[in-house]
């Protein structure tokens, strides 16, 4: 696990809006790089002790880039404010990013250089070295939990997007051929790799028409939903649409004599099937036909186990 602190005003709307994006792992609101040891709140609002509310936020970085983490973060600030967000003003409601791995400092400031090209002003983040980081008392911890209408100077509209906010680049990384060798059945790793095709009717899910999401075998990134299955008749799994058209490319394909079009995941860049346009009218006129070797089905039941409870509104 790794850690930063994020400083954003108020660190009770903060807290909330970061612990609800997924591969953060915990979160605890503080007082940071002041000119005291462990201060209380009335002395950091009171006693210009120097401290930034801010909140350590853990996470884990197979899930969550720090790069992605940061963009969420400034969806919830002004960045351009100096020692204000909202209604709350003074140096303790300054922006700010604390950083503990001296390896984060270049990831960060290009984050905020790329930032900095969105705006006129000039960004008043400030980023520096963690210099103490002190919790802050225990009613001030999910505060917003404990206090569903209490004061937050985020837009609580944040929190549903937070739920959404999932870092797919990071958490679903193609693996290299060695690596799937040894973890996918040699029918699985000879149609993702190799362009094999499996048996029509002899296969996992032609006729599965379960609740749930069929994922890329390689990768588990979400490609289909069984709301958009149906029953073709090939043999094989058929789908009017991928989740979104981004997740797949598609390729010409000149083998065994004819003219096909291939269909391939773009991040694990794996062989699935092909695309027909013998579809019912109604769902589109697509077809997508795919192998069940290139697919692992999650059942609605168990999606928010595996993380993907963000897809949840998509099955129907």
């Keep these: 696990m790794k850690k930063i602190n994020l400083a954003g005003g108020c660190f009770w709307g903060a807290e909330k809006y970061l612990a609800l994006i997924p591969g953060v792992v915990s979160t605890e609101v503080g007082y940071a790089n ?7 709140y009335e002395d950091v609002c009171h006693n210009n002790t120097g401290h930034a509310e801010t909140v350590q936020v853990e996470y884990d970085p197979e899930k969550l880039s720090l790069t992605f983490l940061l963009e969420r973060f400034y969806e919830i600030v002004d960045p351009t404010a100096l020692n204000r967000q909202g209604s709350d003003a003074g140096t303790q409601y300054r922006t700010g990013i604390y950083f503990t791995d001296s390896a984060d400092e270049e990831i960060i400031l290009g984050s905020i250089a790329l930032l900095q090209e969105s705006y006129k002003k000039k960004i008043m983040i400030e980023v520096k070295p963690l210099d103490g980081f002190f919790p802050a008392e225990e009613y001030h911890q999910k505060y917003l939990d404990k206090n569903p209408g209490g004061y937050c100077h985020v837009d609580s ?49 032609y006729d599965k028409f379960e609740q749930g999401i069929y994922v890329d075998v390689t990768t588990g990134e979400p490609l289909f939903v069984s709301t958009d299955k149906f029953e073709s008749g090939c043999g094989w799994p058929s789908f ?16 065994h004599g004819r003219e096909r079009v291939e269909v391939r995941s773009v991040r694990g860049d794996a062989h699935l099937g092909h695309v027909f346009e013998d579809g019912p009218e109604e769902l589109g006129g697509l077809r997508y036909c795919i192998n ?25």
């Design 157 to 205: 509209a944040k929190f549903a997007s937070a739920r959404q906010a999932v870092d797919e680049a990071t958490l679903f990384r193609p693996a290299d051929k060695d690596e799937l060798r040894s973890s996918l059945t040699m029918l699985q790793f000879e149609v993702t790799q190799n362009g094999a095709t499996e048996a029509p009717y002899l296969n996992e899910y």
């Design 240 to 255: 009017s649409r991928p989740l979104s058209d981004s997740l797949i490319s598609e390729l010409p394909d000149h083998s």
């Design 292 to 316: 069940s070797a290139a697919l692992r089905f999650i059942p609605k039941a168990e999606m928010a186990d595996a993380g993907y409870e963000y897809l949840l509104s998509l099955v129907m």
């Design 34 to 40: 002041g000119q005291t040891e462990n201060p209380g």
